[in-house]
């Protein structure tokens, strides 16, 4: 898709071949490493063994979405050839629970590696799932619970997805915005700048959630899609009771993700978000809900002790990194699988040697498709120490 230009766009050009450079020497060093056997010596290490990758993902594309949003979908055909990297290194897929008891004991065994995926959307089920019990490997779903049970797109991602679609295009804004003007669609940050728009308008408004779709509805019809096929497709809802009470029947284990997607800076507010995600959870099956991914991988100390307080045993970032026995069991690392890496630096997360080549800062990197349905963002400690 070709997007007209922006101010800035000469310097993010510079920036795109500064990272495609960096990119070039890392696959470089890489190759190298992986051709004269290094990856399968670190693999083999009492270092390794010692160590758990928790491999991250958030959505595998139904249809077009690692086009719109490359960084969070991988496609059905990348991400079975993830798992076969897997399969073909020898490594151990291991349930979450077990592995971290595993871990605690020393009894891990080499290259155990989790696989875990954020939000619970349809497509885990549709697509993902299909191709895990192709491998008969288990998972962990952090499931947010408030869209499952409200079986409609998800307004945000709708919109946004509606005004990646009609990239090029002038639209008016008065019905979906509540303005007179319009929302000029050439550009990409012309995109991201309606999504922002119509998104703090329902905000602020306090539309109900029925008002949301007919507004994506709205914006359907003036961008020339069809929000009723959309709908029928799933491609943003989340999965729906009956579909995850058959996983938790499964060897698929369903964990927290909070309620409204948010981590609220009211001790009492957040506490209510775990008890509604997890009384959601019960209902459908699954009654020792003890693990928790941070939502949009983003975290404050103080929620610590509060999660501690509910029983929580472990906690997932987006932070990068391998857990060892001297993580902190709520603040734990993963690494965040995405369609722009290849097979060869996945294999080197896989073996433990990535790990040890230089890296940049990856809190915020990966961000969840959800937005926070209320509250203000909330920062990891490598962010705070950005700012």
Request: net charge positive.
């Amino acid at each position: 898709m070709r997007f007209g230009r922006w101010p800035g766009a000469d310097a993010e050009k510079c920036a795109h071949m500064r990272k495609s450079g960096l990119q070039i020497g890392k696959e470089i060093v890489l190759n190298g490493a992986h051709t004269c056997g290094l990856y399968s010596v670190v693999g083999r290490t009492s270092w390794r063994a010692q160590r758990l990758l928790i491999l991250g993902y958030h959505g595998i594309s139904l249809e077009d979405e690692h086009q719109w949003r490359p960084g969070l979908f991988l496609t059905p055909a990348q991400f079975a050839g993830r798992l076969e990297c897997i399969a073909g290194m020898g490594c151990a897929v291991l349930p979450l629970d077990e592995a971290l008891a595993r871990l605690a004991k020393r009894t891990l065994p080499s290259l155990s590696v989790v696989i875990t995926f954020d939000d619970g959307f349809y497509n885990f089920f549709s697509a993902a799932l299909p191709i895990l019990r192709k491998f008969g490997y288990p998972a962990t779903v952090y499931q947010t619970t408030f869209y499952s049970g409200w079986n409609r797109p998800i307004f945000h991602l709708l919109c946004h997805y509606l005004l990646w679609k009609a990239s090029g295009k002038v639209i008016e804004a008065s019905q979906i915005a509540g303005r007179r003007g319009v929302f000029d669609l050439r550009t990409e940050a012309g995109i991201k700048s309606a999504t922002a728009e119509i998104w703090s308008f329902a905000k602020q408004t306090g539309l109900s959630q029925e008002r949301r779709q007919e507004i994506a509805n709205l914006l359907a019809d003036l961008v020339g899609e069809d929000y009723q096929e959309l709908s029928r497709r799933r491609l943003f809802n989340l999965m729906n009771k009956d579909e995850l009470s058959q996983m938790a029947k499964s060897d698929i284990d369903v964990q927290l993700h909070t309620h409204r997607h948010r981590v609220p800076s009211n001790k009492d507010l957040f506490l209510k978000e775990l008890a509604d995600n997890r009384a959601f959870l019960r209902d459908i099956g699954q009654a020792n809900a003890t693990h928790f991914a941070y939502p949009s991988g983003v975290y404050r100390e103080e929620v610590f002790p509060w999660l501690a307080e509910c029983g929580v045993q472990s906690a997932t970032s987006c932070d990068t990194g391998l857990v060892n026995i001297g993580s902190y069991q709520l603040c734990l690392p993963r690494y965040i699988d995405t369609s722009g890496i290849s097979n060869l630096e996945f294999e080197a997360w896989l073996c433990g040697l990535r790990v040890m080549l230089p890296n940049r800062k990856s809190a915020g990197r990966a961000r969840s498709l959800l937005p926070s349905l209320a509250g203000r963002p909330v920062h990891s400690r490598q962010q705070q120490d950005q700012n």
